[in-house]
């Protein structure tokens, strides 16, 4: 049954390439590349797991009550942290942009498994909302209409069609017009400066750093162009310019800068490749998965794709097992979902 696809040759392939990128520049890389390899790991994992049944009721319980801790820590005005201007909720992590993933994958656990009503997700879509707006990471804002009208949509039957994803992006440009609206540092938030998009306000220092690993990347020779300079490169370069940002190393704070530079073209072309194909499994998988536990894999893969390339913009997701692990993991179930005969 477990035929090898498309998807398996993919991931088998960048399994050999991420050994092949530590094996070039080993010296301290060792964490960087276990991180970097649980993608594969996970994807084979998912496949050979997609008979076991997932709990996704005791995961909708963990869920609810971790968002429901973090909420009430939040009113009893503890876990906040000073970030910059602003003081931000972080809720015991040391960033506040792992607060924010944290709540929007607690999110898709709780909205999978809840009644489909309106009144039983807005509890949880303003709470949800609200933790994150604390925590002022930008980037996961447009996560918190996303993710459960995205739930919402395919538990109702809906499947992927080009009107669909017309639908998202007009409903995302009216997002962004909202919120241009909003004067958000009055109300003690990190303001968004529309008008200056790439300002270093609005990306508080990452347009520096992208600057640096630019600039690092047209030193490399021809052959690290194409095939990266190993899994601390993002780090050297931060360090080597750090008179840009007047701070310590940092990391490429984008999973698309962090390909580029650690694993060169071939990295990124070999992830855009696997991307492509979990669009086209998300694709069949939500529109043929008729049994209730097969949707639910095929959405919170959809979920979690979501969010990884979202929040991969100003964050080097790609190395954060908190989101590749289960996004991977979900992939290959999905893929094996759709081998069975009762998929349909």
Excluded at 112 to 135: D, H, K, N, W
Aim: glycine share 6%; net charge positive; with cysteine.
């Amino acid at each position: 049954m477990l035929k090898s696809p498309i998807s398996d040759f993919l991931f088998l392939f960048f399994l050999f390439y991420s050994l092949f990128v530590f094996l070039s520049y080993p010296d301290s890389a060792l964490i960087d590349f276990i991180k970097f390899s649980m993608i594969s790991i996970g994807y084979f994992l998912g496949r050979i797991s997609y008979q076991e049944r997932v709990g996704y009721r005791f995961l909708f319980f963990i869920s609810a009550f971790a968002v429901l801790v973090f909420f009430v820590v939040s009113l009893f005005g503890v876990g906040y942290k000073q970030w910059g201007s602003v003081v931000t909720f972080s809720g015991g992590y040391y960033f506040k942009t792992d607060l924010a993933i944290a709540v929007a994958i607690f999110s898709i656990f709780i909205y999978v498994y809840l009644p489909v009503s309106f009144f039983s997700y807005l509890i949880f879509f303003s709470i949800c909302g609200y933790l994150i707006f604390l925590s002022n990471s930008r980037i996961c804002l447009p996560l918190i209409f996303l993710l459960p009208f995205l739930v919402w949509y395919f538990r109702k039957g809906g499947a992927i069609s080009l009107g669909f994803l017309l639908l998202c992006i007009i409903s995302m440009a009216l997002f962004v017009l909202v919120i241009s609206l909003f004067d958000f540092s009055a109300f003690g938030f990190l303001a968004i400066d529309f008008n200056s998009f790439f300002s270093g306000e609005n990306l508080q220092g990452r347009n520096k750093i992208w600057a640096a690993l630019i600039s690092h990347y047209q030193t490399y020779t021809p052959l690290e162009a194409v095939f990266g300079r190993g899994y601390l490169a993002d780090q050297e370069a931060t360090s080597l310019y750090m008179y840009n940002f007047g701070s310590g190393s940092h990391r490429a704070h984008s999973s698309y800068f962090y390909l580029l530079l650690c694993t060169g073209i071939v990295g990124c072309l070999l992830f855009l490749c696997m991307v492509v194909q979990a669009v086209f499994i998300i694709f069949k998988s939500t529109a043929r998965c008729s049994l209730p536990e097969l949707k639910k894999d095929a959405i919170v893969f959809s979920c979690f794709m979501c969010i990884f390339l979202i929040v991969s913009l100003t964050t080097e997701s790609i190395i954060r097992p908190q989101i590749t692990v289960p996004l991977f993991l979900f992939y290959g179930r999905s893929v094996s979902n759709l081998k069975l005969p009762s998929v349909i």
